[in-house]
């Protein structure tokens, strides 16, 4: 079955402590991001990757990392959580070529963090 | 840069149609429509690209107006299962990177027996 998998779904941590978030996709996809979600404000990016080695930031990357080693990996790094980053954070991935980003985006399930 | 949708909400009976509009400050490459139900992830409906191409479902109708840098989703008939937030991302044309998607705060869709 086509999906992308996030790990944990849930996660309850405190200030300071490094945690990663996994994602991965089994559809051969060039394209992976990440978003967060918070009531009111709709979907941010991240971070986004257009092929393994090749990440770049979107609108909101500030306390966060990404390495794309692996074509179907896209894992998120909070170095030092902080209580604003309690959120619910989504994966994607998407084709990518000559159209650039526009292909559909397959998303997570999820993952809801919270920073205490 | 975040594009602004309109309304914020609606409510609807069953087989009644609504709009929903995406207006973006920049000049704009592409505009992507995507549904999220409660508690699930978004899915995929559209993708309007500049010089007219779409790809999405059979069922979901919309346009891209390049020279307002708008675009509007049109939902017609409207069925309990088109209930759920709508949100557009938009990729700008200069300025911009390809990949970079930004999207707007969404409008909450409820459609009523």
């Known amino acids: 079955e086509a999906q992308v998998t996030q790990n944990p779904r849930y996660l309850i941590t405190v200030t300071g402590k490094k945690l990663t978030v996994t994602c991965s996709q089994n559809?051969?996809?060039?394209?992976m991001s990440w978003y967060r979600q918070d009531p009111g404000l709709g979907l941010r990016q991240i971070y986004y990757?257009?092929?393994?080695?090749v990440t770049d930031k979107g609108d909101v990357p500030e306390g966060y990392k990404v390495s794309r080693k692996e074509k179907r990996n896209f894992p998120l790094i909070l170095e030092s959580p902080s209580p604003n980053q309690t959120s619910l954070y989504f994966c994607a991935s998407s084709l990518w070529g000559s159209g650039g980003s526009s292909y559909e985006q397959y998303f997570g399930p999820g993952t809801r963090l919270t920073v205490t | 840069q975040q594009p602004v949708q309109s309304p914020q909400a609606v409510i609807l009976r069953e087989g009644e149609d609504a709009v929903i509009n995406c207006s973006s400050s920049k000049a704009l490459y592409s505009v992507h429509w995507y549904r999220q139900k409660h508690g699930e992830a978004p899915v995929f409906l559209m993708i309007?690209?500049?010089?007219?191409e779409q790809k999405g479902h059979e069922k979901i109708s919309a346009s891209f107006n390049e020279k307002k840098q708008q675009s509007s989703l049109y939902l017609t008939a409207s069925q309990l299962s088109y209930s759920g937030t709508y949100f557009c991302g938009t990729e700008f044309l200069l300025g911009g990177s390809q990949g970079n998607l930004i999207f707007g705060k969404g409008t909450k869709l409820s459609v009523k027996p």
């Open positions: 990757s257009m092929n393994v080695e």
């Open positions: 309007l690209l500049k010089g007219g």
């Open positions: 559809m051969n996809h060039e394209y």
